[in-house]
Every structure is written in C-alpha cells, then in structure tokens.
C-alpha cells in the first residue's frame, strides 16, 4: 500500500467549521481557526474542499481519490518509466541519464546524500543543478534542474524530467506518504521511478486512474554478489574495501575500535545520526583510493543507492532493534545492505558478502535467495480509503503535538512544527524544539544565543560528549530549517549554519582522533593530519 498523510482539525460540535487541508493536496487553502486546541488530535482522517471564503463545500469522508489532488500533473499525460532491478544494476544511472539531456528536471531521491550525489554529477556535467533538502537551499545560477530530497519535491511546477528513486518506500510507515505524493503529485512529461520489483504492481495500480502511460524496465545487476560460505571469524581478516555493518551507534564505534587496533586499518564510520555532511566527508574519504581510511563501519544508512567502493560487506549481526524490538533482518534489508558490495566501475570485480559469525550465515544465504515481498494491500483499515493506500504513521508528529498544543500558536505554525526534522526521542533536541516554539510564541522572534553559546563547541573527549554534540547538531539543524521558513522569526540562520558545519568538523576531529589511539607509525599521523587538511 502506498502512504498518505493528512492534516486535520477536529470537527468542532457544529461539525462544519473547522477547516482541514489535506497535505498532499497542495491545491488546498488551509484556513487556521483562533483558540483551536485540537491539533493534537491528529488520527481521525478528514478532508474538505475549502472555498476560503468561509463557506465551504465538505466531503468529510471521500478519501478515495488522491490522484485529484493533483491538478497540475492531471493536466499531463504523463510518460512513466519504471525502472526496476537488484542493487547496483544501472536503474538509477539510466534515470539520471535522462534528467541529464532534458531542458528541465527534478531528481528526489529518500536521503540528502544521493540528492547532494546527484546535484554533484549533473553540476560537473554542466548541467546547473540545484540542491534542495529541508536543511540546505544550494542554488546555481540559471539552473533549470534541482537535487531534491523527496519531501521538497514541488508538485506546482512543470517539468520535462522527473525522477523519484527508490520509489519501493512510498510504503513505508512513516516517510511514504512524501512518495506516494511525488508519485501522484510531480507535475512531468516523462517521471522515471527507481527501485525494487516489489513496487511494481502497486504502482502499476495507483496510476490506472491518472491516465499516465507507464513502463517497466528491468535490469540485471552488473557485477556478481557472492554470497560467502566463510564467515569473517576474526578481525584479522579485515582487509581494505570491507564494509562491516552494525545497527547501534555504540556497536559501530566498537568495532571500529576492535579494527583499529590491529594497527593495519582505519575506520570511517556512516551511520544515522552523524550530520549528514560529516556522513558524506567520511564516506567520501573511504571511497578515495590515496586516502588512509580504507574500511568503513557503517548502519544501515548505507543502505541506498549510495555508491560506496565497498568489495566486501560483512553482517557484525542479522538483528536490529527497530524502535520496539530487536528483529531479524528483511529480506529487502538484508539485500539493500549487501548490495552496497561490488561497485560498477570500482576496482573491485564483484562483491562478496559474508557475517561475522558463522551462525548468522543461513538467514543471509535465504534472504539473498529470496524475492523481496511485494508492497500490495494487506489491511483496510478505513473503508473511506482507496483500497491501495494507508494512513502515515503520525506518532513522532504527534510527539510534537503535544508538547505544543496549548501554546498560542496558529493552527499553521503547529503544524510547521509538527513536520520539523525534531528527533524527539533525544532529550536535547526536544528541548531545543520546545524552546524554539515557546520563545515564538512568546515574542515572534526567536535569536539562537537565547538557547545556545557560540564560541562555546569543543572537540569531545567521551563518547557521551560525541553524543552531545550529535544532539546539538540536531537543534541547530532545527534552527536552520525553520529559518528557511520562518526567516523573519528565526534570523539567525548564517550563525546557525556556521555553528552547525564546526559541530560536524569537531565530531569529525574526534573520529579522526580515534584513530589515532591505535595506529603504530608516526608517518601514519602526519599522513592523516595531511588528508584532514585536505577534507577541512
Ligand atoms: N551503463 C553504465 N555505464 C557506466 N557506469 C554505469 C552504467 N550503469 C551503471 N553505472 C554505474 O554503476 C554504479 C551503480 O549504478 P546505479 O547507482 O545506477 O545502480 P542502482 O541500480 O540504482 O543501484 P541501487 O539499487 O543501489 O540504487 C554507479 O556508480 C553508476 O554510475
Ligand atoms: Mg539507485
């Protein structure tokens, strides 16, 4: 099933004056009422047609049409390109291709790494290119192109080109509803979708009704995965190009510890919640050859399109704790992760991956056997829906929601709050989150020095320092994004953005310094006091 996300106001007890938007359907005037305390109530799912004159025609319950949402791309007959296949198979670079040689386009893509990718490739193909996320508005003169994460897609626009990868994730709980809306929403001649097979008949499904005329092209992978019957056993058969994956941040550091000190190797490290240019910085410094870090410790948010040199992808587990428990691994994960091995055009002829331990080698042989479970319609759980989609999952909105409820705020800026990137399950960045919203409220205007000291960031000496920072980093992103929004009220953006690249160069610094624990030779330090010249 495909994702939708709806903003509601509950219905007052007269039942018509409250007014509802729905998100996707940016067609629709949102029309906050005063002394509206409902927001918090998200879950029961409205939609209304509003006039915004007051008088409004109401259908509460129809929610069966997305695609009309949509005017802009109903007016086209749109040519839809599926481009489906394994891992490392070209899909993505036959797409982009095509972006490529089109007057105009637009490239979305789930993670600003391959939108940052992505605004690289076409701005050294003299092609200008744009990069938008919800953090960082990087424009180019004259550009007729944008690198987009998929929640900044604009639906208003017309385009010749649009790509959305990794398109199987308009099923995903929480972040589909931002494909599902690209999907219905981009406004192209010619859409090319990247991605699993699974998402196929779905899309095949929501697109009868918009007129679209749609193809499937398959690809095959284009270097061998090889499963390995060995596993790793020890660390001292760590060699350059591994890739060993964990899925705790505390996991990572302490395999990148254990490698380290055989003295042979040096880790950089990719996972979630490093800020996303110190993500790229280490991922750009394994992928580069001359450079000393020639292992990368990483969590799933390798798991994506990204082209990482990576020859051998090693499993340190097959579980991972997803919020409510500690699973197994998918098989669409477990074959997303060990396709990250075998680069097309990387010096590697194919990839091999393999576990740790010997006992976790069964589930990875299957999954990799296994064809990924197609995305279909597996519950209906409100009959006003069309059978192929489902609700988004609004819990971490509703987070917000409730922290924010009965401030004085506009039914508007409750919500620009409740889709902030806030990760309120870290105590420093809801603070942060709750601080900005009161001060608002309060004054209109809300200056970063009120909650955060420039001048006062250090290069961390623990672990829990690290995670500080990490969190700091966080508020400031918080900052940053709701300055693009709210600029007058958040005028602080420069500092922030400043404050926010020395917060990634010092969690960089203290990763670097780890390395230094263990390595035995001192032309080893002034080589690695060279290439952090060279990175800074
Ligand atoms: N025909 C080609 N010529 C040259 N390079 C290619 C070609 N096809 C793919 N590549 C390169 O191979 C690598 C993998 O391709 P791509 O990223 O398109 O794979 P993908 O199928 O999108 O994989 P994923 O599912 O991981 O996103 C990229 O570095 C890409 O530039
Ligand atoms: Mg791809």
């Known amino acids: 099933m495909a994702s939708l996300l709806l903003r509601q106001q509950r219905v007052s007890a007269l039942g018509v004056s409250r007014i509802l938007q729905a998100v996707n359907g940016d067609s629709f005037r949102l029309q906050p009422e005063s002394n509206c305390r409902t927001f918090a109530s998200f879950g029961v799912i409205i939609r209304n047609y509003s006039s915004g004159k007051g008088t409004a025609k109401f259908d ?3 929610l069966t049409r997305p695609h009309t949402w949509y005017p802009n791309a109903r007016k086209k007959q749109r040519k839809v390109f599926l481009h489906v296949g394994p891992t490392n198979s070209g899909k993505t ?45 990087d424009e180019v003169d ?32 929480t972040r589909g509803f931002s494909f599902t809306r690209a999907l ?10 990247c991605g699993d097979a699974a998402a196929v008949p779905l899309i095949q499904e929501l697109l009868k009704v918009t007129g679209d005329d749609v193809q499937v092209r398959s690809y095959e992978r284009l270097l061998p995965l090889v499963p390995l019957e060995v596993p790793l056993g020890s660390f001292s058969n760590i060699r350059t190009g591994d890739c060993i994956v964990s899925f705790s941040r505390k996991g990572i550091y302490k395999l990148k510890k254990k490698i380290e000190t055989g003295g042979k190797h040096l880790c950089s490290v990719v996972y979630g919640s490093l800020p996303p240019e ?57 074959k997303q992760i060990a396709g990250r091995a075998g680069r097309y055009g990387s010096k590697y002829p194919m990839g091999e991956v393999t576990c740790l331990d010997a006992e976790d080698l069964p589930l990875l042989h299957s999954s990799l056997k296994s064809a990924s479970p197609t995305l279909q319609e597996d519950f209906l759980e409100n009959a006003k829906l069309s059978e192929n989609y489902f609700f988004a999952n609004c819990e971490e909105m509703l987070k917000v929601a409730a922290v924010i409820d009965e401030l004085p705020l506009s039914l508007q800026d409750k919500y620009l709050f409740c889709i902030s990137p806030v990760d309120m399950n870290d105590e420093i960045s809801s603070q942060g989150l709750t601080q900005f919203a009161e001060n608002y409220a309060k004054k209109g205007l ?8 420039p001048g006062s960031l250090q290069v961390p000496k623990t672990h829990s320092a690290l995670k500080e920072l ?47 624990q263990n390595p035995t030779s001192r032309k080893l330090n002034s080589l690695m006091a060279k290439k952090r010249r060279q990175y800074i």
């Open 60 to 62: 509460f319950t129809d």
């Open 93 to 137: 670079y036959h797409a982009l291709k095509r972006l490529e040689s089109s007057s105009s386009g637009v490239y979305c893509g789930p993670l600003r790494l391959l939108a940052w990718e992505v605004a690289e490739r076409l701005n050294k193909a003299r092609v200008p290119c744009d990069l938008i996320t919800g953090q960082e508005k």
């Open 142 to 173: 004259g550009a007729k192109h944008k690198a987009v994460t998929v929640e900044m897609a604009d639906v208003t626009s017309d385009y010749e080109c649009a790509v959305i990868d990794e398109i199987q994730m308009l099923g995903c709980k």
């Open 184 to 193: 219905l929403g981009i406004a192209a001649d010619e859409l090319h979708l």
């Open 278 to 334: 110190t993500r790229t910085r280490q991922a750009t410094m394994f992928n580069d050859a001359s450079s000393e870090f020639d292992v990368l410790v990483a969590s799933d948010a390798i798991g994506m399109g990204l082209n990482l040199n990576i020859s051998r992808i090693i499993f340190s587990t097959m579980k991972k704790f997803d919020g409510l428990e500690r699973r197994d691994l998918t098989v669409p994960e477990v």
């Open 446 to 453: 809300v200056r970063l020095k009120e909650i955060f000291s």
């Open 470 to 516: 990490e969190s700091i980093h966080k508020v400031l992103e918080l900052y940053v994004w709701l300055s693009f929004r709210l600029d007058e009220s958040f005028p602080d953006h420069e500092l922030a953005s400043s404050q926010k690249a020395i917060c990634s160069m010092l969690i960089e610094e203290f990763l670097e310094r780890l390395g230094f």
